[in-house]
């Protein structure tokens, strides 16, 4: 079982930055692929980053690559995405999760949100022009 818990989020204007960042409770944190998601209103929620256990490989959907950072420390039980050079088009509430074990095999982008097993309870992000 992990609990995830989202910090960060806020009011920014557009071309700041934003760091949010994810804690985890639970033993098998550093076992799992995490990812960021988001959702904005009347909207599916969209693949943002992930990242793989070890931290060896990260994934980005086309909006945001170039822009955002994901990392994670599993010593200190976190994941983080930096946002740079935000948009307006970057609004959304941002959901930190982990990926279930059953798909940790799988090739390829880990993107889909049904991947993943736990979800936390969502940081509100807002870029005003």
């Known amino acids: 079982q992990v609990q995830l818990v989202e910090s960060g989020g806020g009011l920014v204007q557009a071309g700041d930055s934003l760091r949010l960042s994810c804690e985890a409770s639970g033993r098998t944190f550093s076992r799992h692929t995490m990812g960021w998601f988001r959702q904005a209103p009347g909207k599916e929620r969209e693949f943002v980053a992930a990242i793989r256990s070890s931290g060896g490989s990260t994934y980005y959907a086309d909006s945001v690559k170039g822009r955002f950072t994901i990392s994670r420390d599993n010593a200190k039980n976190t994941v983080a995405l930096q946002m740079n050079s935000l948009k307006r088009e970057d609004t959304a509430v941002y959901y930190c999760?982990?990926?279930?074990?059953?798909?940790?095999?799988?090739?390829?982008?880990?993107?889909?949100?049904?991947?993943?097993?736990?979800w936390g309870q969502g940081t509100q992000v807002t870029v005003s022009s």
């Open positions: 999760a982990a990926q279930g074990f059953r798909f940790s095999d799988y090739d390829g982008t880990p993107s889909r949100p049904y991947e993943y097993v736990y």
